[in-house]
């Protein structure tokens, strides 16, 4: 059965590795030491969520609600769009310093529906664990699937607090002014990829349903 746990690791790892609004999040909140525990916590748990749900039989109600994955689709890109600017503004502004520290200024509760957000608003979390790995894990039998699922959370798990960890411990170098510019700049521009390339897609898949 250890070979069914180390394919969904790697499998999971994989697929968490590439910079997306998750690990963005993570990374930046690590980085000012503001609840990254908590946010890593969050992440994971998100995770296996989707994770089970997607191996045990999610895939299929995804698969079969064509107007639910185009409406998870578009408000995706809405809110990558949104926090893309942030991240950009954050990264123009003529005092970095002052910008980043009207976001540490941000309670508790504001950071967890951004962090929810981030997990639950993003589509490709949902191709990831629903269509992937429930397309790979959703045919093994009962007893090694529960091992897939174990490997892919494990990865999930490792990552997410590995990442919240080390940006903390690196803290010291990423919080100078010029660090903060290419990081909030880097990381805008990456969610603006993305929402553009999901906005491609929900054009494609709606023109599909049109059609």
């Known amino acids: 059965m250890l070979s069914y746990f180390f ?11 590439p910079l997306g ?3 963005a999040f993570v ?29 045990f039989g999610g895939s299929a109600l995804l698969m079969q609600s064509p ?7 578009w408000g995706g890109v809405a809110f990558l769009l949104w926090y893309g600017w942030g991240a950009l503004r954050t ?7 002052l910008a980043s520290a009207e976001v540490m200024k941000q309670g508790r509760w504001k950071i967890i529906a951004t962090v929810l957000a981030v997990t639950w608003l993003n589509p490709h979390v949902y191709l ?3 269509v992937v790995l429930g397309s790979l894990g959703g045919q093994l039998a009962d007893e090694p699937k529960r091992w897939f699922a174990l490997g892919t ?5 490792l990552w997410f607090y590995g990442l919240a960890l080390m940006a903390a411990w690196l803290a010291p170098r990423l919080r100078t002014a010029k660090a903060q510019r290419i990081i909030n700049g880097v990381v805008g521009l990456v969610m603006w990829f993305i929402a553009l390339q999901l906005a491609a897609d929900g054009v494609r898949h709606l023109t599909s349903l049109m059609g």
């Open 7 to 17: 394919q969904g690791f790697t499998l999971g790892a994989a697929l968490i590795l």
């Open 21 to 23: 609004p998750q690990n």
């Open 27 to 55: 990374m930046n909140q690590g980085i000012r030491r503001q609840y990254h525990l908590m946010i890593a916590s969050l992440c994971a748990i998100s995770d296996l969520i989707l994770i089970c749900g997607g191996i």
């Open 67 to 73: 107007w639910l994955l185009a409406i998870v689709t």
């Open 91 to 97: 990264a123009m502004s003529s005092s970095v310093e």
């Open 128 to 130: 990831d664990t629903f």
């Open 153 to 157: 959370a494990s990865a999930s798990i």
